[in-house]
């Protein structure tokens, strides 16, 4: 693989988790935006939230985009919102490989439940809002993948491996 390999989807879609599995199969470095964005400012994204709202950090996540398109070929998990801004759907497309990690509601509701850094989901009712996300990204997810994987009924070491083979066969063939 040439390229950045982005996996992308909702929180708690598993990117991070399948990412760094994938990442070590493939012989790749691994990257999370999420993590780059707060490295470089020194506050995490909560803080970024309060202090320069959710555009302030699109912009921010913009950018770590932009150089993570530029560097080595590695995987990369994005964040859950990268999709919203076309810019960043156009680039996803032109400069890297992207995998769509699919997840259900109820999955997706489960697994965030236990964090508590996730701004979006500091509401009285994080599973409708979970949902409200769903239905606003998963047109832009499906834009712009190039592979689609369901993570609702694999570990995530299972779910790394089919991604992995996927790759493989997309590549290969």
């Known amino acids: 693989m040439s390229q950045p390999i982005f996996l992308v989807g909702p929180m708690g879609a598993g990117k991070s988790t399948i990412g760094k599995l994938l ?3 493939l012989g790749l470095p691994f990257a999370d935006s999420d993590k780059v964005l707060e490295d470089r400012t020194g506050a995490d994204i909560p803080w970024i939230f309060d202090v320069e709202g959710e555009a302030g950090f699109r ?3 913009s ?3 932009r150089d993570l398109c530029s ?3 590695q995987v990369v998990a994005t964040g859950g919102g990268i999709v919203l801004l076309p810019e960043n759907r156009v680039l ?3 400069q890297g490989f992207v995998v769509y990690l699919r997840a ?4 997706l509701v489960e697994r965030t439940s236990k964090s508590n850094n ?3 989901l500091r509401v009285a009712d994080p599973r409708t809002k979970l949902q ?3 239905q606003q990204r998963e047109p832009f997810y499906t834009e712009v993948a190039d592979l689609v994987c369901d993570t609702d009924h694999c570990s995530p070491r299972q779910a790394a491996q089919l991604v992995a083979d996927r790759l493989f066969a997309e590549t290969s063939g």
Do not use: F, N
Request: aromatic share 0%.
């Open 118 to 120: 996730r701004p979006l």
């Open 92 to 94: 996803l497309k032109q």
């Open 104 to 107: 259900g509601l109820d999955q």
């Open 23 to 25: 990442a070590t199969q």
């Open 132 to 134: 409200e996300i769903l």
């Open 71 to 73: 560097g080595a070929p």
């Open 63 to 65: 950018e770590v985009l």
């Open 59 to 61: 912009r921010r996540e």
